[in-house]
């Protein structure tokens, strides 16, 4: 039976350091509080999918042959994560990430990508067919080379397996049939303008221009982000605004794979669209309740608890 969720993307340490305000450049603010935690896209939404759904979660991601890189293969563990294909790297440092959180629950990211940069069309070429064959869905994010991430879209859609591109961050260069392989993309609104090659967007006139632009490449729905405004659903014959749930948010910082990974989740379990976007949006308001990126995904559980509170 196909309900595996692939996740094909990233492992990063995140070195975080919250602060009462972001520095401006050049500036030193002092005063935070200094923690580390397991992160990277891939992996946060790899366990974001794990803990929100029951389905098995399949992680195609790198490290590097360290300490940061093992101890992320143990917490893959933990979760319950196939690592099979998270390959290690020699000769190459794990991804760290350096993170700065405001008291709003802002962040400033910057990324040494290391393996991740190195996991390569071949490592996705030898996973075994099996593993795509099983697979209802696959999420992948660009914090690894976009070349591999569309051989993993390929071989996905050979398989008749629904794939999601969490388009972030928007590489350089994008080859221009990618996303028209692709059937469901969720960019936030950085990325969608990028994507759609305007300089930014807001709610109105822009923001529809932008989902066009989107359709017309010939993916087949497209999820806009919008934060603490929820988000905002098209495809070719329905658009939806779905507003986020209330929530005090004390770290945004993986608001997006919490999202992703719980959407996967759900898609994968058979849910209906509308349902799968609404425990998505369950999901990422309760993350951005929590510090950190993958210490704050939640559990089926607490999704569930959550939404009977919605009522
Ligand atoms: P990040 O890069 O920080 O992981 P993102 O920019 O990819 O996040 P966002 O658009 O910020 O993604 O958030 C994704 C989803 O999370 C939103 O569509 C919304 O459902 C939920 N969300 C984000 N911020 C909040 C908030 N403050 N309160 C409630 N829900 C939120
Ligand atoms: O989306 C949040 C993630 O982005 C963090 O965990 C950090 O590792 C960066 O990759």
């Not at 992996?43 to 803990?51: D, L, T």
């Not at 996303?179 to 994507?195: F, G, Q």
Request: charged share 20%; net charge negative; with cysteine.
């Amino acid at each position: 039976m196909k309900k595996r969720v692939i996740v094909l993307g990233s492992i990063n340490t995140d070195l975080v350091v919250k602060v009462r305000r972001l520095p401006h450049p050049g500036e030193t603010v002092i005063g935070g509080t200094f923690y580390q935690n397991q992160g990277g896209k891939g992996a946060n939404q790899a366990v974001a999918a794990a803990r929100a759904g029951k389905n098995p979660v399949t992680l195609i991601a790198a490290v590097g042959n360290d300490v940061f890189g093992r101890e992320s293969l143990a917490a893959l563990q933990r979760e319950k994560i196939d690592s099979t294909y998270v390959e290690v790297k020699e000769d190459i440092s794990s991804g760290v990430a350096l993170i700065m959180v405001d008291e709003r629950g802002e962040n400033a990211i910057a990324v040494a990508s290391g393996a991740n940069s190195a996991l390569s069309p071949a490592d996705v070429r030898k996973v075994p067919d099996s593993v795509f064959e099983t697979a209802a869905v696959l999420l992948t994010c660009f914090e690894v080379p976009v070349e591999t991430v569309e051989i993993g879209i390929q071989r996905a859609r050979k398989c008749g397996v629904t794939t999601i591109l969490n388009p972030a961050p928007v590489p350089e260069e994008l080859p221009a049939e990618l996303l028209s392989e692709v059937d469901i993309v969720t960019p936030n609104e950085h990325e969608i303008a990028r994507l759609a090659g305007l300089p930014q967007i807001d709610e109105g006139a822009s923001m529809h221009a932008a989902v066009e632009r989107l359709l017309a490449y010939g993916v087949r729905k497209v999820v806009l982000t919008l934060g603490s405004r929820g988000c905002f659903f098209a495809e070719a014959n329905s658009a939806k605004y779905i507003p986020a749930f209330p929530a005090k948010a004390v770290d945004t910082t993986g608001a997006g794979d919490a999202f992703n990974g719980a959407l996967a989740a759900a898609l994968a379990e058979g849910r209906e669209w509308t349902e799968s976007l609404r425990w998505a949006s369950a999901a990422a308001a309760i993350s951005v309740t929590r510090a950190g990126a993958q210490p704050s995904m939640p559990s089926r559980q607490e999704i569930e608890e959550f939404l009977k509170r919605q009522g």
